[in-house]
């Protein structure tokens, strides 16, 4: 168990639909990073937070925005949703941005038919 | 920007030494990372290595070159659980972003 919080762990949706996805990070971690992984594909960086504030964005697409809370939980939002973004979402979290590995939760499935 | 190359695939024998082998570029350097991945399931980290050399940790060493952009994964007494995808990341600097490359697929035969 790596401490780092994911929910829902499975979710099938419509095309066009929105869900939010949400992940608590361990204990005293203050970086927050979501990445997506299609079917056998690597891990997609998406978006980083660090106490609450953005740091980097990678590949994410503008239907999809992301937020950190004053409570250091953050939740990834997907809207308009197509077929091509079924994948698991991760949510890894580490101490500080710049030291120290990440840890991830365990993902959240997402299947939009 | 950021890249990272790894093999898609190895195949090695129970018992066995493999060496799976990651190149990186990034926009400044602050770490290289290996992680372990069962089919869905989330990555596990093996290692971390920011300077130069071999870090030894039981079975798993991983090794870096600054230099050359170059790390590798060194994988002794191969076991079948050892079957998983092996992901090499890059840190930039800053922290901003960690990028993994697609992972390699390492199969394990008796």
């Known amino acids: 168990d790596s401490g780092v919080t994911q929910t829902p762990k499975h979710l099938i949706t419509a095309t066009g639909q929105r869900v939010t996805l949400r992940c608590s990070p361990r204990?005293?971690?203050?970086?927050v990073y979501w990445y997506q992984q299609s079917l056998d594909q690597g891990l997609q960086f998406l978006i980083h937070?660090?106490?609450?504030?953005?740091?980097a964005k990678g590949n994410i697409l503008e239907r999809f925005s992301a937020q950190q809370f004053p409570d250091l939980h953050s939740e990834l939002n997907l809207s308009s949703l197509e077929l091509g973004d079924s994948a698991l979402y991760f949510c890894?979290?580490?101490?500080?941005?710049?030291?120290?590995?990440?840890?991830f939760g365990e993902g959240s499935r997402l299947t939009v038919l | 920007g950021q890249n990272i190359d790894q093999p898609t695939e190895m195949t090695a024998t129970e018992g066995a030494i493999v060496q799976i082998n990651c190149t990186y570029q990034?926009?400044?350097?602050?770490?290289l990372f290996w992680y372990q991945q069962h089919a869905g399931e989330a990555p596990t980290f093996l290692s971390y290595?920011?300077?130069?050399g071999l870090e030894e940790k039981g079975r798993f060493s991983s090794f870096l070159s600054r230099s050359k952009g170059y790390s590798y994964l060194l994988l002794k007494e191969l076991q079948m659980k050892d079957s998983a995808s092996y992901l090499c990341?890059?840190?930039?600097?800053?922290?901003?972003?960690?990028?993994f490359g697609a992972g390699t697929r390492l199969f394990v035969k008796a």
């Open positions: 890894a979290s580490s101490l500080r941005q710049d030291t120290g590995e990440l840890f």
């Open positions: 204990s005293g971690d203050l970086s």
């Open positions: 937070y660090y106490n609450g504030e953005e740091r």
């Open positions: 990034t926009s400044g350097f602050n770490g």
């Open positions: 290595n920011v300077l130069d």
């Open positions: 990341a890059a840190r930039n600097t800053g922290g901003f972003k960690t990028i």
